[in-house]
């Protein structure tokens, strides 16, 4: 008998050409992107919002299933993965961040920020000090923890049996998924390029408002600023996949919302500034200074246009847009030169710029009483009403409206 001709033969080499489930390759496309958006929504949704930030609560069930998934397809032991986290919040932009690009180079964590993780999990007192709450029953202990590559080779088994030689490349993409999008991209790129809707103490930014292809972690600046919020999207133009997909959890009674970013509410103008538009103030200081950039950028465009109709050049005003709105210790030194020009050109926004640092000391100034605080309040108001600069009373007035 010829061994061609052997059906078992046969019918191996057409299992290992086709797996079992025989798919076209634009179906294999679509299934690996699938399993790596449930990878990557066990990320966002288990590791990162409920274990590490503590946003919500999962039922046992679910919070197992991620857990498995994740053992599976990425090795990733929750303790490490919370731990890390932890620490890059506690220590945001500064010697000890486990992978800041402002500390190892947009380069080393983009390209080797699993790397970086890893380094940092041999850490003990990054375990000991930041670990605190996450699993740790006898499945963790005893399958989980210490056999971490045991899921991520099972994994490989059940993708060439599923799909038979193309089930290694589901399998590759699979691995590389987290490193390359949530250690690369979002590690590196988000604090390093994308726009901003809040002055977060740190250089977080926003990737897209449309989180979807990283579960909503493109908003990582709106993260950063509300970290114990379930929801990442702050904006109408936003979106977080995430956030629906816990809002569907929640409709089914398997999780619960503890926390969203806070609103800022309005009422009618009070006759002064008083504890109460203090703590308005300070709970939704993020908010609030959002604002008050919204309000200094318009008188900066409306400034560029004059000068453009009068034919001077705006160059230094240009550049002051995207920076006179920031904090002093956040401006690049190589623009300080064209705001300093762009201040004395233009009293108004000078005057804007002087009272927002005095208006974001508030917050700042930990060691003054809050009756204190209060009457510094009501003076910053009065100043700002009869500056003669319209967008400082109208910002104000408004700010007599804010209830915490």
Partial sequence: MNVSDSPVLNHAL?????????????????????????????????LHRHQAH???DLHPAVSHFFRFWLWLTTGQVTREWASIHRKHHAKCEQPGDPHSPHVFGIRTVFWKGAEL??????????????????????????IYTPHS????????????????????????????????????????IGHWWGYRNFEAQDASTNISPWGILIGGEELHN????????????????????????????????????????????FGDVRPVADEATLEALIAHRYEVMAGYARQMRAVLQDEVEAMRVRALDATALQAARRWMHRDPDKVPAAVRAQ???????LPGVDKMVAMREELRQLWLNTSV???QLTADLQAWCRRAEDSGVAALREFSLRLRTARA
Avoid: C
């Fill in 117 to 142: 993780y890893r380094a940092e999990s041999r850490n003990p007192e990054t375990m000991a000090r930041y670990g605190h709450g996450t699993p740790d029953d006898w499945i963790e202990r005893t």
């Fill in 339 to 345: 705001l300093a020009q762009a201040r004395a050109a």
């Fill in 14 to 46: 057409d299992w290992l050409a086709h797996g079992a489930l025989d798919l076209a390759w634009w179906q294999l496309i679509l299934v690996t992107l699938a399993l790596t958006h449930v990878t990557i929504a066990s990320v966002t949704i288990f």
């Fill in 54 to 56: 503590r946003a919500l």
């Fill in 369 to 371: 009483s809050r009756e």
């Fill in 222 to 265: 709106n993260h950063h600023t509300y970290p114990t919020s379930a929801k990442l999207s702050v904006k109408p133009f936003e979106f977080d996949i995430g956030w629906a997909y816990i809002r569907a959890l929640s409709a089914l009674g398997l999780a619960t919302v503890k926390k969203t970013p806070p609103r800022l509410a």
């Fill in 149 to 188: 590559a045991l899921g991520v080779s099972l994994m490989l088994v059940i993708d060439v049996a599923l799909f038979g030689v193309a089930g290694l490349t589901v399998w590759a993409v699979q691995m590389a998924w987290i490193p390359v999008t949530a250690a690369g991209v979002i590690n590196g």
